[in-house]
C-alpha cells in the first residue's frame, strides 16, 4: 500500500501500519538496520546516489530505513507532508528554530516554556545575534506588542509545564504570520492524538519522542514535521550536516510504541481525568489543574483546541514545601521522577527540580509554588493510583 492510501485511514491503523517497508525476507515486524553505510553495485549507482539522480541511503547520518519508516509514520499521524527523526526532543527543537532565524533576527516565545527550550531562545540563541522576547502566553496581547519587523519565528508550548496553560495556537499563528513569522509549536503534552497544531494553522511541530512516543521509559527521540519544503530544505541540511541522529535502534523503538500509542494515551487521558477529580476534592489539594476541568481558567479553549484533557495532573497542596515532599515520599506506586509520559506515573516537584534553575519571581510569575506537584499518571490500574494518592494526602496533611 502506498504512503498516500494511508491518509484515507484513521489514526489507530495508520499507526500500525503506515511506513512500514519489507525487506527481502518479507518480516511482519519493522527491520532494525543496525548500518553506517550503504554498498552500491557500481561505481556508476555510487556517483548517481551521491547526486540524488537514484533513490537510497547514503550514509545514517542522516538516511537509514528505519529511521524512514518512524519518520513516515510520524508523518503520517501528524498529517504533516514530511518529517525528520532526532536523537533528542532537545535536538529537534534546536534544528526547528535554527532553520528559520539568522543574525540579526528576532524570536518571540511564551516564557513557560520546558527548561531546557526556554534556555535556547533565552541564552543561547542571543550568543548568535538572535534576539528574543517572552510573553505570557495565554495574553495575545503581549504576542501582539512584541512582535518586530524581524520576528521570524515564533515557539510556545501548549498545554505548558507545569502549569498546564492552554495557548490559543489558532490565534497565536495568525499573529505570527501577519508579522511574517512562523509559528513552531512543542506538542509534547498534548501528544500527535490530542491536538494538531498544524491544522490550527502552526507552522512547525516539534516533539520529544522520549515521552509519550516511546511511552515505556527506554529511549530518548524526537521529531521535526513541517511542510516538505522546510524538511527537504534548511531543516534537511542542518540534521545532515550538524549530525543530532537518532539511534535506528532508538527510532525502532519509537516505531514499535507508535502502534501502541493510542491505546495508551486514550487510558492515561481516562485515568487522569479520574485523578484530577479525585485530587481536587482532597482536602490537602488548594488547587488542582487539569485542562478538560470546568475550573481549568482555559477550560473552553482546551474543548476546542483538544480532543482529550492530557495525561498530566498539576496540583497545588498546602503546606508549602515540607507538605509536597511529604506527600511525594509517601507515594508507594507513583514514583519519584523528572520525566513524563511514561507507563510508570511519575511525580515531580518543579520548584525544586525542573524549575529550580529559574528565579524565585520568575517561578513565581510562572504560577510555580512551593507547594505544587506534577503527576504524569501512567498504566496502572487506576483504583491503585487512588489509593496511593489517598494515603500519600493523609501522610501531607
Ligand atoms: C522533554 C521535553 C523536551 C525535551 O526533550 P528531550 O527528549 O528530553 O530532549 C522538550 N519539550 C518538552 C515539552 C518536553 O517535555
Known sequence: MSATDFTRLRPA??????????????????????????????????????????????????????????????????????????????????????????????????????????????????????????????????????????????????????????????????????????LVVDNVFATPLLQSPLKLGADVVVYSTTKHIDGQGRCLGGAILAARELIDGVIHNILRQTGPTISPFNAWVMLKGLETLPLRVNQQCASAARIADALADLPVVARTLYPFRADHPQVALARKQMNAGGTVVCFEILGGKQAAFRFANALGIVKISNNLGDAKSLITHPATTTHQRLAPETRATMGITEGMLRLSVGLEDVDDLLDDIAQAARAAA
Not at 517497508?21 to 556508476?44: D, N
Not at 514530511?82 to 527543537?93: D, F, I, K, L
Open 13 to 182: 491503523t495508520r499507526l500500525v501500519h503506515g511506513g512500514a517497508m519489507r525487506s527481502g525476507f518479507g518480516e511482519t515486524s519493522e527491520a532494525l538496520f543496525l548500518t553506517q553505510g550503504y554498498v552500491y553495485a557500481s561505481a556508476e549507482e555510487a556517483e548517481a546516489r551521491f547526486k540524488g539522480e537514484s533513490p537510497g541511503f547514503v550514509y545514517s547520518r542522516f538516511s537509514n530505513p528505519t529511521v524512514a519508516m518512524f519518520e513516515e509514520r510520524m508523518a503520517l499521524l501528524e498529517g504533516a507532508e514530511a518529517a525528520r527523526a532526532t536523537a533528542s526532543g532537545m535536538a529537534a527543537v534546536t534544528a526547528a528554530l535554527m532553520s528559520l532565524v539568522k543574525a540579526g533576527d528576532h524570536v518571540v516565545a511564551a516564557r513557560a516554556l520546558f527548561g531546557s527550550c526556554l534556555y535556547i531562545v533565552d541564552e543561547w540563541l542571543p550568543r548568535f545575534g538572535v534576539t528574543s522576547t517572552l510573553v505570557e502566553g495565554t495574553d495575545l496581547a503581549q504576542w501582539r506588542a512584541a512582535m518586530r519587523p524581524n520576528t521570524k519565528a515564533c515557539f510556545l508550548e501548549s498545554p505548558t509545564n507545569p502549569q498546564l496553560d492552554v495557548l490559543d495556537i489558532a490565534a497565536i499563528a495568525e499573529i505570527a504570520h501577519a508579522g511574517g513569522a512562523k
